[in-house]
C-alpha cells in the first residue's frame, strides 16, 4: 500500500530554519505531484506548497513565498520542504501528499494520499 511518511518536524525558535523530508513508497513516486500542507488547532488544513512530477513547477502559499523551498529526488522517493527564517505563525502539524496527477494539484481534495504529519513549533 501507499506510504508517505514525514520527518524532520521539531521545536524551533523564530527565525531558525528546519528541513522537513516524506519519504514515499508502494507508488510510482516519479509519476505524481507532490504536496506539503499545514493545518495548525482549529484552522483547515492548506497548502504551503507543491510540485510537478519532475520538479520543473512549484507554487507556493503567499505566506510562504521566499522562506520556503520545496524540491524532489526521484531517484530517491523523497519530498523535501526547507523552511527557513520560520516564524511563530508557522506553527502547525505539516502533511505530505500526492495526488495522481503529473501537473500540479492546489486543493486538499486532489490529493489521493497522505502521509501522518509532523509537528512543527515555533517559539517566539
Known amino acids: 500500500q501507499v506510504q508517505l511518511v514525514e520527518s524532520g518536524g521539531g521545536l524551533v525558535q523564530a527565525g531558525g530554519s528546519l528541513r522537513l523530508s516524506c519519504a514515499a513508497s508502494g507508488l510510482t513516486f516519479s509519476s505524481v505531484s507532490m504536496g506539503w500542507f499545514r493545518q495548525a488547532p482549529g484552522e483547515e488544513r492548506g497548502i504551503v506548497a507543491a510540485?510537478?512530477?519532475?520538479?520543473?513547477?512549484?507554487v507556493y502559499a503567499d505566506s510562504v513565498k521566499g522562506r520556503f523551498t520545496i524540491s524532489r529526488d526521484n531517484a530517491a522517493n523523497t519530498l523535501y520542504l526547507q523552511m527557513n527564517s520560520l516564524m511563530p505563525e508557522d506553527t502547525a502539524v505539516y502533511y505530505c501528499a500526492a495526488a495522481n496527477w503529473r501537473s500540479i494539484r492546489r486543493e486538499t481534495r486532489e490529493y489521493n494520499y497522505w502521509g501522518q504529519g509532523t509537528q512543527v513549533t515555533v517559539s517566539s
Open positions: 510540485i510537478s512530477w519532475i520538479g520543473d513547477r512549484t
